[in-house]
């Protein structure tokens, strides 16, 4: 499924075309990976609609994708020919730089992103770094594996930078793909604390109580008691605002967004210093996923195990899929099932 240009969703409703290409050759370092699957995330819709715009048209979109190794390229020696392996949205960076020194590739300014940068994973085979596959753990369907590696691989270092301590009230402000996989991350490793959700529609805050959320409310309510650290997964600048008020002193509020939308932007200039920032409170963005936070997160979820709820469509209805999350009020993860 190619993307060949930009466009509103809301006017164009199928943004992607169905079309015969290549099938692309591993270069050095690189292998081609048969795709089973890939899951849908909200960033195509931003790369579609331009907030994070493709540097060249056309491309395949996509940035969780799991299939086999088909093909090795010269001097790829890590993986093996029939290799499950996942592909997250981060596809390669320069290896050199700090960042890169320090294992936040994430960071790097060659920093490339599957499905933006390079084709990705709508589509029957694709060509990866063998640096940046990653192999399945077993407990996993295709199916299931695919929404792991973004929603699940950001919302592990969002806990990660939140830096929550087991004891402490966490919160979470939407309950979509992300969100919902926090929620038993939080449970298995720090089983003292209580999630608190924010979420607009009462189907996502029943979802959130049926994970073992202690409360949850509107966006616009405010939690029992004061949080440690909110997680911020909206696109919205509303949800910003409230979660700083819900905030303790010393609290942290991490957004993990690519982009903010402009609609609600106004409602900055409600920020009011000493109700929503004195008192030591912080504010840190989330970019990208580095290596670290795929395998480690793919280890945790094996280990409780975190099966993710899927909704599977062929690959050809990819833009229905798109429209359909687009339009929001979605329980677990839309799946392109390619095999
Ligand atoms: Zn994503
Ligand atoms: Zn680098």
């Known amino acids: 499924m190619l993307l060949n240009k930009l466009t509103d969703m809301q006017y164009d409703e199928t943004p ?27 960033t195509e ?53 700090e960042y890169c020194r320090a294992g936040e590739e ?40 695919a929404p792991l590696l973004c929603a699940g691989a950001i919302g592990y270092r969002s806990l990660h930078l939140t830096g929550l301590q087991d004891c402490q009230c966490l919160g979470l402000t939407g309950f979509g793909a992300s969100a919902h996989l926090v ?23 029943a979802f959130a109580r049926e994970l073992g959320a202690v409360w949850a409310g509107d966006t616009t309510d405010s939690a029992p008691e004061p949080l440690h650290c909110i997680i911020d997964t909206t696109p919205a600048w509303t949800p910003v605002v409230e979660a ?6 010393g609290g942290r509020l991490v957004i993990n967004a690519i982009r903010k939308q402009e609609s609600d932007k106004a409602v900055l200039q409600q920020l009011d210093y000493p109700q929503h920032l004195w008192l030591e409170k912080e504010i840190k963005s989330v970019a990208n996923v580095a290596r670290r936070d795929v395998t480690d997160f793919l280890q945790l979820a094996a280990e409780i195990p975190l099966l993710p709820e ?20 979605v329980r677990g993860a839309k799946v392109l099932q390619i095999r």
């Open 310 to 329: 899927v909704q599977p469509y062929p690959l050809e209805e990819a833009n229905r899929a798109l429209s359909e999350l687009k339009r929001g009020n």
């Open 45 to 97: 819709l931003d790369e579609i609609e331009g907030r994070t715009p493709p540097p060249r048209l056309p491309v395949v979109p996509g940035h969780q994708a799991v299939g086999r190794v088909s093909a090795l390229g010269p001097g790829a020696t890590r993986l093996r020919v029939g290799d499950r392996v996942g592909v997250a949205w981060i596809y390669s960076a320069c290896g050199q730089c």
């Open 106 to 145: 994430n960071l790097c300014p060659e920093f490339r992103a599957t499905g933006r940068d390079v084709d990705g994973g709508y589509a029957e085979y694709m060509t990866v770094p063998e640096q940046f596959a990653y192999p399945i753990p077993e407990c996993f369907s295709d199916l299931q594996a």
């Open 183 to 205: 929620l038993p991350m939080v449970r298995r490793r720090f089983p003292g604390s209580s999630v608190s959700v924010f979420a607009r529609s009462e189907k996502e805050r």
């Open 16 to 42: 992607l075309v169905l079309a015969d290409i290549p099938v692309p050759e591993p270069g050095p370092g690189e292998v081609q990976v048969e795709i089973s699957t890939c899951a849908v995330c909200h």
């Open 244 to 249: 700083l008020r819900n905030l303790r002193p």
